[in-house]
């Protein structure tokens, strides 16, 4: 069974930085593609960037040149670095695993505000 645990959201200001982590326990964490999405109060989740088994990425138009998605196999972690961060981005960010199933984490509150 696979669980996914998100840490590193908070409060930071605009233009600020935050760093994510889940941390992925189960077995054969390299097969999985990785996965960031995002909901907005009131707001549809959506994909903030994923990452493929193979380490090719991707990424939402409104994160491009300012989020960066990566993961570290040895230590089964996916990260989500967010540079620049907006008001827009105040988010519940939840992680994904999906290979033959998907699985999701609880989420990490992310708020940006002055």
């Known amino acids: 069974q696979v669980q996914l645990v998100e840490s590193g959201g908070g409060l930071v200001q605009p233009g600020g930085s935050l760093r994510l982590s889940c941390a992925f326990s189960?077995?054969?964490?390299?097969?999985?593609?990785m996965g960031w999405y995002r909901q907005a109060p009131g707001k549809q989740r959506e994909l903030v960037a994923g990452?493929?088994?193979?380490?090719?990425?991707n990424y939402a138009d409104s994160v491009k040149g300012r989020f960066t998605i990566s993961r570290d196999n040895a230590k089964n972690t996916v990260y989500l670095q967010m540079n620049s961060l907006k008001p827009e981005d105040t988010a519940v960010y939840y992680c994904?695993?999906?290979?033959?199933?998907?699985?999701w984490g609880q989420g990490t509150q992310v708020t940006v505000s002055s």
């Open positions: 990452i493929t088994s193979g380490g090719t990425t």
């Open positions: 189960g077995s054969m964490f390299s097969i999985y593609a």
């Open positions: 994904n695993a999906a290979a033959l199933k998907n699985y």
